[in-house]
Each structure stands twice: as C-alpha cells, then as structure tokens.
C-alpha cells in the first residue's frame, strides 16, 4: 500500500518542517488539493507554493485539481512536473483529450470521481489513464468522515480494471485512517490520501505505517 498524506492539514505556519517530516517518516507520494472555490467552496494552493515545496522535498507531487477550468489549471501545474495530475469527470467535458494531453507533457493523467458519480461513467476512460482516484467524502474540506458505500465502488473498479488488464492505480481520499485501512486495501485499493489522520498525530511515522498495514 502506498500512502500519500494530503497537505491540506498540515500546519501552513510550519509547512517546510511538515513536508520534510512526512518525506522521513515513509510517505510515498504528496498530495496536494488545488481548489478555487467554485468547483468546492475552499480556496487552497496556487503553483507558487507547490514550487517552493517541491524544492524542499524529492517526494513525487500528486495534484489533485478541484476546479471548473481545468484546462487552465493543468498549464499552471505543468511546469512543476508532479507525478501525478488528477482532474474531476465532472467537470470535465472533454476528459480524453486533456488525458492526453497531460500525458504528452510528461506527467501521469488521473482521473477523479465524486462519492455519487457512477464507476460506469469511466468505463471507456481506463485506456488513457494511470490512476482512478475515489471521493470518499464530498470534496472541498478536512476531516470529514468516511463513506462507507465506497467500498462497493473501489471493488466495481478493480474489476473493471482486472478485466480490461489495466496498469491503473486505485487512489481513495477522504476519512481514511489507520481503522479502514485493511478494508480498503482489501476492497481494491493501492493509494491511500490522509490527512487529519497523520498531521494529527504525535508521531507521522507510526500514522504512515499503519496505513502500509506495517506492524
């Protein structure tokens, strides 16, 4: 299981010492949530930050996009060569198109699903891409709790995805913690997001490695 904590709970007053104590506590990828308050109603990171982080760390950038004009947003986040970058279907009208673009550029595409959007919107979309990441809460905040009903939707996609022999990566965000960690890895999962759950805790090297299932 990979983990990548999600820097909207981090402390922004310490955000240089927050990133480098994840990078040494095991964490695999960082996520960063991109808002702008009309797709969610929260405003987050601009590319100026995420540069400065990315000169701080060696960790992989996993930027997830949560805003209406997506195709902007991708040009602003291409020249900070993350990993990954990862946009919402629906807000999307042309998803393939961009896939292909971001991919183009060098830079894995992902796409991203809302709690009640259905795994068959994307059934045609697995071919152009790298990773599918689930909504496990409603976007746009911390902290929220898990919903349950996705672990049905992590299992329909990993099917989905064994079927078509597929080489993409299943990503859950929201709610996750060391409780559901085995279940979701046991319902298909490869990437966990968390956030609260390890920049809460007194010690992020135990957080991360009990979401790995590493005891």
């Known amino acids: 299981m990979y983990v990548a904590p999600s820097l909207l709970s981090a402390n922004f007053l310490k955000l240089e010492e927050e990133v480098k104590a994840i990078e040494a506590a095991g964490a695999d990828l960082l ?10 109603p929260n405003l987050t990171f601009g590319p100026c930050v995420i540069e400065k982080i990315s000169t701080i760390s060696k960790l992989p950038l996993d930027v997830h996009l949560m805003v209406k ?64 990441l689930l909504m496990s809460v409603n976007p746009g905040f911390g902290g929220q709790k898990f919903l349950p009903l996705v672990h049905e939707k992590i299992k329909e996609l990993r099917q989905m995805i064994d079927k ?43 957080a991360i490695s009990s979401l790995k299932l590493e005891f």
């Open 31 to 40: 996520h960063i949530d991109v808002m702008d308050g009309h797709f969610v």
């Open 164 to 206: 078509k022999n597929a080489k993409v990566f299943i990503e859950v965000d929201g709610g996750v913690n060391g409780l559901n960690a085995s279940d979701l890895e046991e319902s298909g999962a490869d990437i966990l997001v968390a956030g609260s759950y390890i920049f809460s805790s007194n010690d992020y090297k135990t």
């Open 69 to 132: 004009d997506v195709s902007k947003f991708i040009d602003l986040f291409i020249p900070l060569k993350p990993k990954f970058i990862s946009f919402h279907m629906e807000s999307e009208v042309h998803p393939i198109r961009l896939c292909e673009y971001i991919r183009s550029q060098g830079i894995h595409p992902a796409i991203v699903l809302n709690p009640h959007t259905p795994i068959d919107s994307i059934k045609h979309m697995l071919e152009f891409v790298d990773m599918v």
